[in-house]
């Protein structure tokens, strides 16, 4: 049954907060921005239910295999005890000399998540880097609880992330049910779908540290990206 909801204007009105030796300007303007906060969660739950609301994704007829940090592994086995999978192409091909700073930032971020994530969901990191390099790479960062395995065929990289095989992030979910594996939903906002004078991005974002960033006067800004070190070159 669909719930009528009050008018994001009306419950801003309602709103009682106050910060200390703010104008009458200052409360009006905030208080406008309130309703389209209240609207924009709004927008993200609706978009999020039609995402649950999916037809059946395609199934997975390909036996797609990695290298694990074990030994190979296939699709089947990434989902280990769980009926959803994530997988995340990071960008570290072996013509890459270091792990793309920004995937970094995604990934540093899910490390410390990770226990909770996996009480619902199995979630893995896949690059086209040999293995060996990869978890040389996690070590070097500290991580512990990311999942990595390389996709040494680029079998799965070419259907799901970049047809070219190209060095691109790739975010996809994957669903399981009587034995049959199937896709769910893959990010698809890039470049062809960014807006004039942004960055291409999808929505909602993926690592807090753009949304922490849009809380203040700065923003994002347009002259600064994450590095994988601050104590020299990126």
């Given at each position: ?16 907060a ?36 999916l ?14 940090e074990?030994?190979?592994?296939s699709?089947?086995d ?16 072996p ?10 930032s995604?990934?540093?971020t899910?490390e410390?998540k ?7 969901v ?10 060996a390099r ?10 512990k ?6 996709d ?6 070419r259907?799901?992330?970049s ?27 890039g ?12 929505a909602p ?6 949304i ?23």
């Amino acid at each position: 049954m669909t719930q009528t909801l009050v008018p994001a204007e009306t419950l801003a009105k309602a709103n009682r907060a106050h910060v200390p030796n703010e104008s009458p300007e200052y409360r009006r303007a905030r208080n406008a921005l309130l309703a389209e906060e209240i609207e924009l969660r709004r927008h993200l739950e609706r978009v999020a239910q039609m995402r649950r609301a999916l037809p059946p994704g395609g199934l997975v007829t390909k036996a797609y295999r990695f290298e694990g940090e074990m030994g190979p592994v296939s699709l089947a086995d990434l989902f280990g005890d769980k009926d959803t999978l994530i997988v995340y192409n990071f960008m570290f091909g072996p013509q890459r000399k270091a792990m793309c700073p920004s995937c970094t930032s995604f990934m540093a971020t899910w490390e410390k998540k990770m226990a909770d994530i996996e009480q619902r969901v199995a979630f893995v990191m896949v690059a086209r880097s040999p293995i060996a390099r990869i978890l040389e790479a996690k070590a070097s960062r500290g991580w512990k609880n990311l999942k990595m395995v390389s996709d040494t065929s680029g079998d799965y990289t070419r259907d799901y992330a970049s047809a070219e095989d190209e060095d691109m992030p790739g975010y996809s979910v994957f669903t399981r049910k009587d034995g049959a594996i199937r896709h769910f939903w893959s990010g698809e906002m890039g470049g062809a779908t960014a807006d004039p004078g942004q960055d291409p991005r999808g929505a909602p974002d993926f690592d807090p540290l753009w949304i922490i960033l849009d809380t203040t006067p700065g923003g994002r800004g347009t002259d600064w990206y994450p590095k994988l070190s601050y104590d020299g070159p990126a």
